[in-house]
């Protein structure tokens, strides 16, 4: 839905716990409702909150009661937020009544209902959020265990253990994960901003409430738990979005038993390529979950990924060492300099290297020496030390002696104390440092590790392929009869014919294979083809055929297959009749394995790219990589890294190779985005060459689609190009068009270049610059929930600037976006604004939106004037001082647009 209403959820100033437990009988009746309430009422006053809380008993003769005279109505305030502590079948009435008296969000809390079937159920949610929909009531649950806001002494939950204040978010489906993780974290001093239950997340889910902590000042780290979400592009708009500035680390349950639409890879694969191109980072335990959780509340921000290593012995750094670069990590290698030093400091002819070996008899003041010595290395990015019991430096003196180097460094010190009951003091004094500190290396690499794949998370985060093909022009005329000629005909998988047509109008190579009418011509086509080959049957009356035989390295292997397969038709009923023979090389000349590059639709996510080796040698679902597109060269480089491609292989050739292979993945993304009606799609196997990618076998599932979704099919929008537009200008070349990610240095000279005036007219108030994670969620924007148009002038060195900017951000209903504008100070006064204002609303009537609505100062006399001019409707605003504008969109569906008056 939104986060409308959300903040009486997060921050209400008045609360009221409605329960069930009241007299009937002439008995007070104890149900797990009652024991609900009670637990939440003992948190919230354990919890401090200080504004009022009222007690509500339901009755069944008057539904509400407090006692045995005062209803509900008799309230003397509306409570912001109420928890129901009551059964299902009785929430929806509840909801209504309060809904009427003013509260704005619910959280319905354990409800037994196991008597009741499936369908019963749904029509308590259904009812549910009919009752809370007409005056916008937010349900968190059922089944929800609540919220706690430490920063604001909110505890409106049944967690049996108390949370901290602190800068991370915790979202769970489980409460039992929630407490635990609540508990671990008490152990380390570590606190939060939020812990939120969701329970069966009827209205408010996980995506509604990222988008709340996204823009929670008090929050800096998000830690989620969850299973399934209903909606993959909603999950995936709010997840960027939350991901841009903040770091999230997410654990998934619910993979066993989950199978994927395709032998290549299961739900759980989509789940894990879901959040990579999020920007998160997935844990797979709950132990590195906690670990996640204390990672976020001390770790700096990474420098770099090069880790050098400084241990107590040289078994021990060499057992860190092969933990990193098992995990694909890097070793710092050191510079002339921090050996010189090392070798002055370890006194030793040997010469030193990293990992940093100690001598048996270093001091604590020896560890200190070394750690600040590598610090500086210009070469090293992170530090990891690794102690082990030692006779010359107890753990305490040494975990101070690094403390003492860490904290005064901008780089990270990972510490690993490896033994056992001896270990425990120096591992608290580095927590109290705020040091990160581990009982062993694998654990501080892992850790270090999911640094590192955050970072370069946040870089896929940034990529944004563009709608429209930009490095070949497909034909997409010929694409589209393609395919309306299979439907029309109700096939619903395209011919051998169809399908080389399709794939050539996106420029994909499919392989033609020679027929042979006789087994000697067969033996004369793989000589000229070079073995080793496979071979296939055709049949007659067999429009299709398949490789029965592959790998097939001399004519005498060719004699055999074919013996060997005409002695299986012959046990058919009738024997079909073999019309010839199908051959095709079995290797690429380039020597590397054959690939599979395949397409499925996920029920969730839509369309996911998928890329392993070819099932001609046997499929390997632990070698295959996915991807959700749209897909640029960048993102597919991406993917085909993370199937170990042509490892063997030098860089050169390896590059050139993957050229090639991300040229065939974008265009198979592209065809996605511009043909609806491909539903799944298979090239399999696919050879690459330095001179390209040939596919040698391919099929191309269709489905006929009611109306054209485009890319909107996608779990992520990609760059709407199509909406660039080159235009003259008071004798200027412009380009308007939607910002992208590298627009962050010309957004921050556009803002700089306002006048203090101009500033405050547009921020309402002073502000020339923006903190560079700002500009950062000013660029990166989901464009399926929001929309910036820039005006750009391109210098005569080609260096672009801004001139100015428009944007509207529209509610997930699609029926308001809000409006803001901006242009150059000396700029101001020659229509620049009208048309960026004007482009703006054609594209949200374009959109379907409803309503575009702005707001501006009372003395923007100018703004005011060029709102009227374009129809907008104009009245005070909620703000003194303010004016509100309105423009209804529908209006104007069949109305041009007022023309400049310059």
């Given at each position: 839905m939104t986060v409308r209403n959300l903040e009486f959820l997060f921050r209400p100033r008045s609360i009221a716990v409605v329960t069930d437990a009241g007299p009937r009988g002439g008995k007070q009746v104890a149900n797990e409702s009652s024991r609900y309430s009670e637990v939440v009422l003992r948190n919230l006053a354990a919890g401090g909150f200080t504004g009022p809380v009222t007690q509500l008993g339901v009755k069944k003769r008057s539904l509400f009661g407090i006692g045995s005279n005062v209803h509900i109505d008799a309230l003397e305030i509306a409570p912001d937020l109420a928890v129901l502590c009551v059964p299902l079948s009785e929430v929806a009435p509840i909801v209504a009544r309060l809904g009427a008296l003013g509260t704005h969000a619910v959280i319905v809390g354990s409800s037994k209902h196991e008597t009741m079937k499936g369908s019963e159920i749904a029509s308590a949610y259904k009812a549910i959020l009919d009752a809370a929909r007409p005056n916008l009531v937010r349900v968190l649950g059922p089944g929800s265990g609540g919220l706690v806001v430490?920063?604001?002494?909110?505890?409106?939950?049944?967690?049996?253990?108390?949370?901290?204040?602190?800068?991370?978010?915790?979202?769970?489906?489980?409460?039992a994960v929630a407490s635990a993780v609540l508990d671990r974290a008490n152990s380390r001093g570590i606190g939060f901003s939020s812990v939120l239950h969701l329970g069966s997340a009827i209205d408010i889910d996980l995506a509604d409430t990222l988008d709340w902590l996204a823009a929670d000042p008090h929050t800096e780290a998000i830690l989620v738990q969850f299973e399934t979400v209903p909606v993959g592009l909603k999950?995936?708009?709010?997840?960027?979005?939350?991901?841009?500035?903040?770091?999230?680390?997410?654990?998934?349950?619910?993979?066993?038993?989950?199978?994927?639409?395709?032998?290549?890879?299961?739900?759980?694969?989509?789940y894990e390529a879901a959040m990579r191109r999020a920007g998160w980072v997935r844990v797979d335990t709950l132990e590195d979950l906690f670990d996640a959780a204390e990672a976020l509340a001390r770790v700096r921000p990474l420098i770099g990924e090069r880790l050098s290593i400084l241990a107590n012995g040289r078994g021990l750094g060499r057992i860190a060492a092969d933990a990193l670069?098992?995990?694909?990590?890097?070793?710092?290698?050191?510079?002339?300099?921090t050996l010189k030093q090392l070798k002055a400091l370890l006194r030793t002819r040997s010469s030193s290297g990293n990992p940093v070996a100690l001598p048996a008899d270093v001091t604590a003041a020896d560890w200190s020496a070394a750690l600040e010595i590598l610090l500086a290395d210009p070469e090293t990015d992170a530090v990891l030390t690794v102690y082990s019991p030692s006779p010359f430096a107890s753990s305490a003196d040494v975990a101070t002696a690094i403390c003492g180097v860490a904290k005064a460094s901008e780089r990270n010190v990972f510490t690993c104390w490896v033994g056992g009951d001896a270990m425990l003091e120096a591992q608290q004094i580095a927590a109290w440092h705020g040091v990160l500190s581990h009982d062993s290396a694998e654990k501080a690499i892992a850790i270090f590790r999911g640094i590192v794949n955050y970072e370069r998370n946040r870089q896929l985060l940034a990529q944004m392929p563009p709608s429209v093909a930009q490095d070949f022009a497909p034909s997409t005329d010929v694409a589209r009869d393609t395919i309306a000629e299979a439907i029309d005909a109700g096939a619903d998988v395209l011919s051998s014919r169809q399908t080389r047509r399709l794939l050539q109008a996106y420029g994909i190579e499919l392989a033609e294979q020679p027929l042979a009418r006789s087994v000697d011509e067969a033996i004369r086509c793989a000589d000229d083809i070079g073995y080793p080959v496979d071979l296939g049957l055709v049949l007659a009356n067999v429009a299709e055929h398949e490789m029965a035989a592959s790998g097939l390295r001399s004519p005498a292997d060719i004699q055999i297959a074919v013996r060997g397969l005409r002695g299986k038709l012959r046990t058919q009923d009738p024997p079909p009749r073999v019309s010839g023979y199908r051959l095709r090389p079995s290797v690429a000349r380039s020597g590397?394995?054959?690939?599979?590059?395949?397409?499925?639709?996920?029920?969730?996510?839509?369309?996911?790219?998928?890329?392993?080796?070819?099932?001609?040698?046997?499929?390997?679902?632990?070698?295959?990589?996915?991807?959700?597109p749209p897909l640029n060269m960048a993102l597919a480089q991406d993917l085909i890294a993370r199937c170990r491609f042509a490892a063997e292989l030098s860089s050169t050739a390896r590059t050139e190779l993957e050229k090639a292979a991300c040229k065939i993945l974008v265009r198979v993304s592209q065809l996605l985005t511009d043909i609806d009606e491909v539903a799944a799609l298979e090239l399999d196997p696919v050879h690459l060459e330095r001179s390209g990618a040939r596919v040698l076998n391919a099929r191309v599932r269709v489905e006929k689609r009611e109306r054209k979704l485009g890319s909107r099919r996608f779990a992520i929008r990609?760059?709407?190009?199509e909406l660039e537009q080159k235009l003259a200008w008071q004798g200027r070349q412009l380009l308007i068009r939607p910002i992208r990610p590298e627009d962050e240095n010309t957004l921050g000279d556009l803002l700089g270049s306002l006048e203090p005036e101009d500033s405050r007219m547009r921020f309402f108030g002073t502000m020339r610059s923006l903190p560079r994670s700002q500009l950062a969620r000013f660029t990166q924007i989901d464009y399926d929930r929001e929309m910036a148009l820039v005006a750009i002038e391109s210098g005569s060195n080609g260096i672009e600037r801004s001139l100015g900017e428009v944007r509207a951000v529209t509610d997930p209903d699609n029926r308001i976006a809000d409006f803001a504008i901006v242009v150059r100070s000396e700029l101001k006064g020659h229509g620049l604004g009208r048309l960026l204002l004007k482009s703006i609303i054609e594209y949200s009537r374009d959109r379907g939106t409803e309503e575009l609505r702005g707001e501006t100062l009372s003395g923007n006399l100018r703004m005011q004037h060029l709102a009227r001019d374009l129809g907008f409707e104009l009245k005070t605003g909620a703000d003194p001082g303010s004016v509100e504008l309105r423009l209804g969109l529908h209006d104007l569906a069949n109305k041009p647009l007022p023309k400049s008056r310059k």
């Open positions: 430490p920063g604001s002494s909110l505890n409106a939950s049944v967690a049996p253990v108390t949370a901290i204040a602190g800068r991370i978010a915790l979202v769970a489906q489980s409460a999950f995936m708009s709010a997840a960027r979005a939350a991901a841009r500035n903040k770091p999230v680390v997410a654990i998934r349950g619910g993979s066993i038993g989950a199978h994927g639409v395709t032998d290549a890879f299961s739900t759980d694969d989509v670069l098992n995990s694909r990590g890097r070793l710092a290698e050191l510079s002339k300099e590397i394995d054959a690939l599979r590059i395949g397409v499925a639709d996920d029920p969730v996510f839509g369309p996911v790219i998928f890329l392993g080796a070819a099932s001609v040698g046997g499929f390997d679902p632990d070698n295959c990589a996915l991807a959700l990609p760059y709407p190009k």
